[in-house]
């Protein structure tokens, strides 16, 4: 399929939806479901499933794909369990984030589609290996402003915002993590969009895409989660973490061998 290129930022391969193979379209969808499905049991999860996914087949298409894709689910679980934000955690994250946001825009404008895809490899398996470890970092308000700055940048560079927060956050209860992040990720999605638009870097495609995969999320998580509520919590947690790797590797290898 051809491919257009602008420069040093990314190409998009059509003009119309979808962008992608049939079978590229169901693994893409496949990989939001379940990661819509891990995201309600655990607080997290649909980037770590969707990212890699994209970054392996359609890589021009992040960072605005799945930041679309995530923005629908962020804003229900921030108005859904509002009561148990953390407000003065979320205001300094939030905070933090807004440099952080303004270099992943500037990365995304030089960077290529396959620049972006080492960089959501790397990302992705500092965060598998992390998580899978147990490192912890103490939460305070330095590594929170400090998470937050690198969470904007990865973020809006990658769509992977989550996992340095997820790593500050580890020890907390789900129950309050998921709104205290949700709230913190509304506007950084909103203000990421419009950097990207701005810069020329959003395109229709991407647009497309993430609406799309917006609802294999929602299905996910309404549909797929009885499914996996029959497993334990720390079986969804490491196929969550063998997918992610899997899938970040696949991608990274992509690259490196042509």
Known sequence: MPTRSDGGGQGVRTATWPPVSGLEIVFVAL??????????ILGFGVAFTTVPALALTTPELIPGAPLVAFLPMTVAMAFRESKQIDRDAAIRVAVARVPGIALGTLAV?????DGISVAVAVVMLVAVISTGLGWTVSVTPANERLAGLVSGFSGTATGLGGPPLAVLYRHRSPGEVRPTLASIFVPGILLALLGLALT???TLLQVQTGLVLAVAVATGMVVATPLLTRLSDETVRAGLLVWAGGGSLAALGQVLLG
């Open 31 to 40: 990989a939001a479901l379940l990661g819509g499905a891990a995201q309600s």
């Open 200 to 202: 020329g870097s959003l």
């Open 109 to 113: 404008l030089v960077l290529s589609a």
